[in-house]
């Protein structure tokens, strides 16, 4: 079973809010095809997810980037050791082939990772986007 987004998670940004959202359902259809043994359906996720993930760390390297953020670098590597990470675990999946064991591995790490890493990286850059805005330096999402 999948861990849900929940609203605890919204860091204020509706575009990033969203994105997050998403990565949640296609983290849980992921773990739902990897139990029904759909290889086919598998590879699609994985490379819709992989495709996915990239473009939302964009959206938040360009949010970043935009609000002059102090974090940046720190934050990009986070999104870079994901995406290592992501793609040494597709390869394990691909190489072992769909099993419970290898889903339940791949979504604990997924969400686990991601639930961490918002509440703490994005929540800090939600705040700091909040402050420039409010202070007039940053125009609204």
């Known amino acids: 079973m999948a861990i849900p987004w929940t609203p605890a998670l919204a860091i204020g940004v509706p575009e990033i809010d969203h994105q997050h959202q998403e990565l949640f359902?296609?983290?849980?259809?992921?773990v739902q095809g990897i139990g029904k043994g759909n290889a086919?359906?598998?590879?699609?996720?994985?490379e819709f997810l992989s495709q996915y993930v990239e473009s939302h760390f964009g959206a938040e390297e360009?949010?970043?980037?935009?609000?002059?953020?102090?974090e940046y670098s720190r934050h990009k590597g986070e999104h870079e050791r994901f995406i290592r990470d992501y793609d040494q675990m597709t390869r394990e999946f691909q190489e072992k082939g769909p099993g419970v064991l290898s889903g339940i591995r791949m979504n604990n790490w997924m969400a686990t990772w991601l639930v961490q890493h918002i509440s703490r990286s994005d929540m800090e850059l939600g705040r700091f986007l909040a402050d420039k805005i409010a202070s007039g330096d940053?125009?609204?999402?």
Not at 40 to 46: F, G, N, V, W, Y
């Open 138 to 141: 940053l125009d609204g999402p």
């Open 25 to 30: 359902v296609r983290i849980e259809r992921l």
């Open 40 to 46: 086919p359906d598998i590879e699609h996720l994985l």
């Open 62 to 70: 360009r949010w970043m980037l935009r609000s002059a953020y102090p």
